[in-house]
């Protein structure tokens, strides 16, 4: 974040770095995970490459072959650090147990998987984020059509019994 100490909420989109930003937007849209999908393109960090590549003028600037770069990858978890310190999100390590109450019940694990995101604190932030990137003429398109997909996956998986 742009210059605040770790006790410190942003107050809204502007006050993130861009990969905040995109991050926290592309966290609200409410992907699957990736390996319950059996679909890498809805692993949160190719996602949030995307959009950050797509904010900067080029798509694929953060991706290698359909994966994120190690470059983002570890600029990423150094946003979703500071984010986490900032009271904005609460990182789950790969393996770890989700927090009870961390998430809706409804679409609970037992687990966190390797490809599963950190959970959104600040749902207001995260939502006004969204709204920040839809406003994209650049962005919109690509996170509309993740948006749609998402929403048949998730239909599959719970007729399949995900999460029940």
């Given amino acids: 974040m742009r210059g605040m100490s770790e006790r410190e ?7 993130l770095a861009d990969v905040e930003r995109a991050l926290l937007g592309v966290l609200c849209v409410g992907l ?11 692993r949160v960090d190719c996602v949030t490459a995307r959009v950050l590549g797509l ?10 072959g359909g994966r994120a770069t190690a470059a983002f990858r570890e600029r990423l978890r150094a946003a979703i650090a500071e984010l986490a310190a900032a009271g904005v999100l609460a990182d789950q390590p790969a ?4 927090a009870a109450g961390g998430v809706d019940p409804a679409l609970a694990l037992d687990v966190v998987a390797p490809d599963a995101h950190p959970a959104v604190l600040d ?8 709204e920040s990137l ?12 993740r948006y749609a997909a998402s929403g ?7 007729a399949a019994g995900y999460g029940a």
């Fill in 9 to 15: 909420r942003p107050r809204g989109p502007a006050e």
């Fill in 134 to 145: 839809f406003g994209v003429k650049a962005v919109y398109p690509y996170l509309m059509e």
């Fill in 95 to 98: 393996g770890a147990p989700v």
């Fill in 32 to 42: 699957p995970p990736a390996r319950a999908a059996g679909d890498d393109a809805f």
């Fill in 55 to 64: 904010l900067e003028g080029d798509g694929g600037r953060h991706l290698d």
């Fill in 152 to 158: 048949a996956v998730w239909r599959r998986l719970r």
């Fill in 123 to 130: 749902r207001q932030l995260a939502q006004e984020c969204m």
